[in-house]
Nanobody, 122 residues
């Protein structure tokens, strides 16, 4: 059983930056593909970014490509999401997720965190 705890959310002005972190425990972190999803009120949860178990392969939604960077530290058991050039439409609850198999942009992940709120003001 893997537990995921997100941190780093907050309120930021448009054009600003935030760095989200997700701390994992209870499993062999390096075995898992990790991902970030987000969900704004009244919308479905959507894929943001994913990273392979080694960190060598990354995937991004078109809406964040070039602005967000996902990374992981298999010693500290953390996955991070550096978010730059934030826009009001990036406002959402951001969730960390883990799965044993390869990355997918669907929500077919086995483990989920509780989420951290990101609010971008215009």
């Amino acid at each position: 059983q893997v537990q995921l705890v997100e941190s780093g959310g907050g309120l930021v002005q448009a054009g600003g930056s935030l760095r989200l972190s997700c701390a994992a425990s209870g499993g062999t972190f390096s075995r898992y593909t990790m991902a970030w999803f987000r969900q704004a009120p009244g919308t479905e949860r959507e894929f943001v970014a994913a990273i392979s178990w080694s960190g060598g392969i990354t995937y991004y939604a078109d809406s964040v490509k070039g602005r967000f960077t996902i990374s992981r530290d298999n010693v500290k058991n953390t996955v991070n999401l550096q978010m730059n050039s934030l826009k009001p439409e990036d406002t959402a609850a951001y969730y960390c997720a883990a799965r044993l198999y390869g990355a997918t942009m669907t929500d077919a992940y086995n483990y989920w965190g509780q989420g951290t709120q990101v609010t971008v003001s215009s």
